[in-house]
């Protein structure tokens, strides 16, 4: 069965980075982009970006340029999003979730902002 | 960018009632949207795509509807496993906004 497991929580302190990995299986990890949501305690749903995992192509939201990396190894299946310079703000629930219209999402990694 | 705003934020209905929550685009999307749920502490859940194709599994009291700027979800008949919040999400091209959420509770 399709399924996507997400690395676990991370506390950090503000100007610090985050990288968080997503491994997929049960499907043909390049046949599929993954896209990063993320959603900030007690708030609505974010969309951050894709890869397309078969040609490395990106796409990020305006609000993440320069701070936002999306990577993948498809040896592994496992997609990645690096978010530098955090900020108090980033904390936030991190989903990965496979396609736009995303049938399966990762179970989330909290990432928590804090000095 | 294109906006998508829902309507209303939050709602309270009784078991058996026919529920709907509407989305707006800033622009015409054509039929891509998507319909998720989200219940706390869980990942959302996708229950329509393709403004009114149900994702499989999902029970069939869910529906969608709509084109263009206008679309709607209805559930036929409320359920308390529903309680949950519900979000449209555009599907056409980057950025892929979602609404900002419809809170459905019992009454």
């Known amino acids: 069965q399709v399924q996507l497991v997400q690395s676990g929580d ?74 530098t310079s955090l900020r108090s703000d980033d904390t936030a629930v991190y989903y990965c979730a496979r396609g736009v219209g995303g049938d399966y999402w990762g179970q989330g990694t909290l990432v928590t902002v804090s000095s | 960018d294109i906006q998508m705003t829902q309507s209303p934020s939050s709602l309270s209905a009784s078991v058996g009632d026919r529920v709907t929550i509407t989305c707006r685009a800033s622009q015409g999307i054509s039929n891509y949207l998507a319909w998720y749920q989200q219940k706390p502490g869980k990942a959302p859940k996708l229950l329509i795509y393709a403004a009114s194709t149900l994702q499989s599994g999902v029970p069939s009291r869910f529906s969608g509807s709509g084109s263009g700027t206008d679309f709607t979800l209805t559930i036929s008949s409320l359920q308390p496993e529903d309680v949950a919040t519900y979000y449209c999400q555009r599907s056409n091209i980057a950025p892929y906004t979602f609404g900002q959420g419809t809170k459905l509770e019992i009454k």
């Not at chain 1, 993954?34 to 305690?41: D, L, S, Y």
């Not at chain 1, 609505?44 to 320069?66: A, K, R």
Request: hydrophobic content about 30%; some cysteine; glycine content about 10%.
């Open chain 1, 10 to 83: 991370e506390v950090k302190k503000p100007g610090a980075s985050v990288k968080v990995s997503c491994k997929a299986s049960g499907y043909t990890f390049t046949g599929y982009w993954i896209h990063w949501v993320r959603q900030a305690p007690g708030q609505g749903l974010e969309w951050m970006g894709w890869i397309n995992p078969n040609s490395g192509d990106t796409n990020y939201v305006q609000n993440f340029q320069g701070r936002v990396t999306m990577t993948s190894d498809t040896s592994i299946s496992t997609a990645y999003m690096e978010l």
